[in-house]
Nanobody, 124 residues
């Protein structure tokens, strides 16, 4: 029903910035929240940021607060993740996801629509 396509990943030096985009296609009115997740080799997938469509509230992981910003452009049906002051520890495959759950949050299992991912690599 909902198709998500990420873009904007790449390789940058520590301290640099990137802006990830997630284009949303199809019927999107029923989405309760949109999120950005990341997964590094050998690690579990973790929630990075969440955007609640009902009231525009956002929630960020402690590790990225003050550096990352999540936002939604309703006109363009696009979700963004602005990443500043990037660190090598931010290196991972980044995914955007949509949840229809009334209890949506940072848990990956609450999301039922996923993009293919975009790689972010930060070098020292």
């Amino acid at each position: 029903q909902v198709h998500l396509v990420e873009s904007g990943g790449g390789s940058v030096q520590a301290g640099g910035s990137l802006r990830l985009s997630c284009a949303e296609y199809g019927y999107t009115y029923s989405i309760r929240c949109l999120g950005w997740f990341r997964q590094a080799p050998g690690k579990e997938r973790e929630g990075v940021a969440v955007f609640f469509t009902g009231d525009g509230r956002t929630d960020l992981a402690d590790s990225v607060k003050g550096r990352f910003t999540i936002s939604q452009d309703n006109t363009k049906n696009t979700l963004y993740l602005q990443m500043n002051s990037l660190k090598p520890e931010d290196t991972a495959m980044y995914y955007c996801a949509a949840s229809h759950s009334i209890a949506c949050g940072t848990r990956p299992d609450l999301y039922d629509g996923w993009g293919q991912g975009t790689q972010v690599t930060v070098s020292s």
